[in-house]
């Protein structure tokens, strides 16, 4: 065989072993990521039936509140000073239900929101969110919970190796430049860094799915990832172009 036919065909074969190659890697990544996206589906489904169930709670409040009023009267009249101030004692504590419910204008956001930050409370995290989702966004419903969600994950994640004192998380949603920006910020203890990228909080040390789906989905739709650790503090930033008739 000729040399140069023997140069064509080694360059042939590994083209054709280059092609295989990005073609199995981008069928895994499809296969991952449909995975994560039915397991996540699931998660969401449960997450909008209990923010469904704290909405009902909130209507229910509205609804009985000429009751309360009514009822409080009665006690007030009868002089009955000590019922009345155990009454005020429920409706206190019906009432601050009702006020952690967290609003964002997206009802499936408001799900993850809600029942993430609610189990971190529950575990002593300091909470402090801001967040307005406008309608104009350009990712689905489905993805952004899924990025709500795995980030809310780590920073529970990450907070539960601290003591208590120690833990917070800081969400802020909204527009900011005509851009559509999340940010989550959270107590953290050693970040470990391999390369230029971070390592997940998870036992085995890995990139974690979490992480692969928040970048898969940034890229899909021209957004950027940028995450930073401070002594005591991780912080992920998301930025999306709005759509374009926005």
């Given at each position: 065989m000729q040399p140069p036919l023997i140069a064509a065909t080694a360059a042939g074969a590994v083209l054709l072993g280059a092609a295989a190659f990005l073609g199995v890697r981008k069928l895994i990544f499809h296969m991952i990521d449909r995975r994560i996206e039915r397991f996540q589906s699931s998660l969401i489904e449960k997450q909008i039936y209990e923010t469904e169930n704290m909405y009902k709670q909130t209507r229910g409040w509205r609804h009985d509140y000429r009751n309360h009023?009514?009822?409080?009267?009665?006690?007030?009249?009868?002089?009955?000073?000590?019922?009345?101030?155990?009454?005020?004692?429920?409706?206190?504590?019906?009432?601050?239900?009702?006020?952690?419910?967290?609003?964002?204008?997206?009802?499936?956001?408001?799900?993850?929101?809600?029942?993430?930050?609610?189990?971190?409370?529950?575990?002593?995290?300091?909470?402090?969110?801001?967040?307005?989702?406008?309608?104009?966004?350009?990712?689905?419903?489905?993805?952004?919970?899924?990025?709500?969600?795995?980030?809310?994950?780590?920073?529970?994640?990450?907070?539960?190796?601290?003591?208590?004192?120690?833990?917070?998380?800081?969400?802020?949603?909204?527009?900011?430049?005509?851009?559509?920006?999340?940010?989550?910020?959270?107590?953290?203890?050693?970040?470990?860094?391999?390369?230029?990228?971070?390592?997940?909080?998870?036992?085995?040390g890995g990139s974690g799915f979490g992480i692969f789906r928040i970048d898969r989905i940034a890229a899909k739709y021209g957004g950027s990832v940028n995450r930073q650790s401070e002594p005591g503090i991780f912080a992920t930033e998301l930025m999306f172009p709005l759509k374009k008739d926005a």
């Open positions: 009023i009514q009822n409080m009267k009665i006690l007030l009249a009868q002089s009955d000073y000590k019922e009345l101030d155990s009454y005020l004692d429920e409706l206190a504590k019906d009432l601050l239900t009702v006020d952690t419910i967290i609003k964002t204008g997206n009802v499936m956001a408001d799900a993850v929101l809600n029942t993430k930050l609610y189990a971190a409370e529950k575990m002593d995290v300091r909470i402090n969110v801001k967040a307005n989702i406008p309608k104009d966004i350009r990712i689905s419903d489905v993805e952004l919970c899924a990025l709500l969600g795995n980030l809310l994950d780590n920073a529970v994640e990450s907070c539960q190796k601290l003591p208590v004192g120690e833990r917070f998380i800081r969400v802020f949603i909204g527009v900011i430049k005509g851009q559509f920006y999340m940010s989550v910020q959270n107590a953290a203890g050693v970040v470990k860094k391999r390369g230029g990228g971070y390592l997940s909080t998870k036992r085995n």
